[in-house]
């Protein structure tokens, strides 16, 4: 089976403009849940989604949105990007929406930078 | 409220030698506790985790950890390091309810010298 997949690898933007991460889930999984990873850094919680419905947030300012279709797959929208936004983006899914009890999978991440 | 502390940045052992990286956490709630590893350009990888029962759990690669609640530690250890170990690794906790989040540590790099 096929693993959580990110797209893009890699991207490079300008300050003040919009970005939109994307996310497939593992086949079966209905949670997907962001984390932004500031190089040095372990990774923060930004939002989680299970059924198509947001089930957490993470201290992070609306400039970030997110979203979850019918195929589970997940979008993750930055606007008015900032210098402090670079970093790599990981998507993680799991069957439900408690860290604690199901096993998330990571993707391999997408790495933003912002110019 | 709960979180991580992962102390130091950066281990460095011989191959063959003890592996013992350290995690201590915070937590208003009986935690949950995790080891992942992270190999570079790659995502993380889930190594081992203790949610209830046998405080001491074994994981993937020969790792484990103990669970001390006296200490609110969750250390991690290998009994004889390998150059592939080499990697960075993140300690989380989380709770156990319906919508818990991981919560990570700023990470350890461990490096393994020949």
């Known amino acids: 089976d096929a693993g959580v997949t990110q797209s893009p690898t890699h991207l490079i933007k300008t300050r003040g403009q919009h970005v939109t991460l994307r996310c497939s889930p593992i086949?079966?999984?209905?949670?997907v849940s962001w984390y932004q990873q500031v190089l040095g850094q372990g990774p923060q919680f930004i939002f989680q989604?299970?059924?198509?419905?947001?089930?957490g947030r993470g201290n992070f300012p609306d400039r970030f949105s997110a979203r979850q279709f019918p195929n589970y797959s997940s979008e993750l929208n930055v606007n008015a990007l900032l210098l402090g936004d670079s970093a790599l983006y990981l998507c993680?899914?799991?069957?439900?929406?408690?860290?604690?009890?199901?096993?998330?999978?990571f993707g391999p991440g997408t790495r933003l930078t912002v110019t | 409220a709960q979180s991580v502390t992962q102390l130091g940045s950066h281990v460095s052992v011989s191959e063959g030698a003890l592996v013992l990286l350290r995690c201590n956490y915070s937590?208003?709630?009986?935690?949950?506790l995790f080891w992942y590893v992270q190999y570079p350009n790659q995502g993380l990888q889930l190594l081992l985790k203790?949610?209830?029962?046998?405080?001491l759990v074994k994981g993937i690669n020969g790792f484990e950890a103990e669970f001390k609640k006296s200490e609110t530690s969750f250390h991690l250890t290998k009994p004889s390091a390998h150059m592939s170990d080499a990697a960075e690794y993140f300690c989380?906790?989380?709770?156990?309810?319906?919508?818990?989040?991981?919560?990570f540590g700023k990470g350890i790099t461990l490096s393994v010298r020949p």
């Open positions: 989604y299970y059924e198509k419905e947001e089930r």
């Open positions: 989380a906790v989380s709770g156990n309810g319906a919508n818990s989040k991981l919560t």
């Open positions: 993680a899914s799991s069957l439900g929406a408690s860290a604690g009890i199901y096993e998330q999978y």
């Open positions: 203790y949610t209830t029962g046998a405080t």
């Open positions: 086949s079966g999984h209905k949670s």
């Open positions: 937590s208003s709630v009986p935690p949950y």
